[in-house]
């Protein structure tokens, strides 16, 4: 193996490198960290991945990983100790689980959250400035910074009202009290191995709603425990103080403690109802032929919207929904896993998943298998 480290790409604002960050941290796995403004970056690495989306690893033999999941993916083939991805059933559909609902359905929340407050902007202004600026006086990272600001914020923000902020302010508490609930304890969401599931919130609760103004501020006085979990995150010892005696070890017997499956579910039910419609109307492009076998989903696009569909889910019927096919692609990842679990481990699992919002998930259909190759998403030939 080479001595050269990896090299990450990404930025502390940003919410997808907090993912990748503090897995290669927990993993030992040797890197550096460069921002965007790095000349490889924009030399080297974007052209050889053909995407500027952060974040992106340049391995030691030039090879170039886009995408915090299909990094960790890739990573864990070479760097097999500490796993990510328990092995046993149970523990492994709630990892995949909170791939989708802990990353996917929190980023809507932090960024509501970033963007909505006004005691956020001028700091995280600046944070993106200076992705460019490094070394930029106040007014060059308020000039670049103000660039990336207005893109984030052309997506359709929410009016910023006092209602809706003490909305968002209640559902980040209400997460909150769950993980303290948690954390009183475990040292990491499976007992005391930090797993895909630890990582896949440290984009809500370190990059966005740990560092903004207002969500640290709420984390400061609603998580002091998750906090520390925060920022233990952030250091490449496994075992921290508070917990020095844990033995590094998932949970015995496949078990997922019942504080855990709280917040699975409350994640659920929060966050689980779009992703359900976007599973019906990923299934009903591949049967009227919109999605074929053995074909790019979109040649132009790596993360693309598909075509509207008609679909009723519980009841409810929804005219043109367009299916996040990203979305698609992580949700077949517990949906496979749970197809294949036998039918003895599948019948211990299912009660453990019953939760309607859960249940609405695993029992959504599957469609084509997606695969994604080169940016790009492609539906399995076979």
């Not at 083939?77 to 328990?86: I, L, Q, S």
């Not at 949700?331 to 211990?348: G, V």
Request: proline share 8%.
């Amino acid at each position: 193996m080479s001595d050269q480290p990896y090299l990450l790409y990404g930025a502390y604002a940003s919410y997808y490198t907090a993912k990748v960050r503090c897995y290669l941290r927990k993993k030992g796995i040797p890197f550096a960290e460069r921002l965007p403004s790095d000349p490889t970056f924009r030399e080297v690495v974007r052209p050889t991945s053909g995407n500027h989306r952060i974040p992106q690893i340049l391995a030691p033999d030039g090879e170039v990983i886009q995408d915090s999941v299909a990094i960790v993916d890739a990573l864990e083939k070479v760097f097999p100790d500490v796993p990510a991805h328990p092995s046993t059933p149970c523990q492994r559909l709630f990892v995949h689980l909170m791939e989708l609902l802990g990353s996917e359905g929190l980023i809507t929340l932090a960024w509501k959250h970033r963007w909505l407050f006004e005691e956020n902007i001028s700091f995280i202004t600046r944070d993106f400035g200076r992705t460019f600026q490094p070394q930029g006086d106040d007014q060059a990272l308020m000039k670049y910074g103000q660039l990336i600001a207005d893109r984030m914020t052309s997506y359709g923000l929410p009016a910023m009202t006092p209602d809706v902020q003490q909305a968002l302010d209640g559902q980040y508490i209400a997460l909150l009290d769950r993980l303290e609930a948690h954390f009183i304890d475990h040292p990491y969401l499976l007992g005391g191995h930090p797993s895909q599931a630890d990582y896949s919130i440290m984009g809500a609760l370190h990059a966005h709603m740990g560092r903004d103004p207002a969500g640290l501020r709420q984390l400061q006085l609603h998580g002091p425990r998750t906090l520390r979990w925060v920022e233990h995150m952030l250091t490449p010892e496994i075992q921290s103080p508070e917990w020095f005696d844990r033995d590094v070890t998932y949970p015995a017997d496949d078990a997922i403690p019942d504080t855990a499956m709280v917040i699975l579910t409350w994640l659920a039910d929060e966050f689980a109802a779009p992703m359900v419609c976007h599973l019906h109307a990923f299934a009903s492009a591949c049967e009227n032929g919109a999605v074929r076998a053995g074909e790019v989903i979109d040649s132009e696009h790596d993360q693309p919207l598909l075509a509207p569909q008609a679909i009723t889910v519980n009841g409810e019927h929804h005219p043109a929904h367009r299916a996040q096919v990203y979305a698609v692609w992580l949700a077949q990842r517990f949906q496979l896993h749970w197809a294949e679990i036998n039918p003895h481990d599948r019948a211990t699992a299912a009660p453990l998943f019953s939760a309607p919002s859960l249940a609405a998930l695993l029992d959504a259909p599957v469609g084509l298998t997606l695969e994604r190759r080169d940016q790009r998403f492609y539906t399995r030939a076979d």
